[in-house]
C-alpha cells in the first residue's frame, strides 16, 4: 500500500514580509528563500521555491510574526 504524501502550495505576501527568515529556517522541505530584491519597505522577502517539495505542513505559517504566508493544502 501507498502513503499518500499531501501536496502543499504557499502564498507569501511581498510587501507584509520583514525578511526575518524563521520560515526559511523552519521549513522542513528548503520550500523558501529569500529574494534577492527588495519591497517598498527595503526588506528582502522570502519566496516560494521547489514547490514541488512542499507537503502542506503550515510550520511556515506558523512561525511567520508578520502572517505574511498562506497555506493550501490538496489532499
Ligand atoms: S507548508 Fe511546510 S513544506 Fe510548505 S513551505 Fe511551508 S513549511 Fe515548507
Ligand atoms: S517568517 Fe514571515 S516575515 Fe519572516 S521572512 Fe518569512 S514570510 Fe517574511
Redesign the pocket.
Known amino acids: 500500500m501507498q502513503t499518500k504524501v499531501k501536496k502543499g502550495q504557499i502564498e ?1 505576501q511581498w510587501e ?9 529556517l523552519t521549513c522542513p522541505k528548503g520550500c ?1 528563500d ?1 529574494s534577492p530584491e527588495f519591497n517598498s519597505s527595503g526588506y528582502y ?2 519566496v516560494f521555491v521547489n514547490p514541488q517539495n512542499c507537503i502542506g505542513c503550515a510550520m ?1 505559517a506558523v ?4 502572517i ?2 498562506e497555506v493550501f493544502v490538496e489532499e
Do not use: L, S
Open positions: 507569501i507584509k514580509c520583514k525578511g526575518c527568515k524563521y520560515c526559511v523558501i529569500i522577502p522570502a511556515c512561525v511567520c510574526p508578520e505574511a504566508i
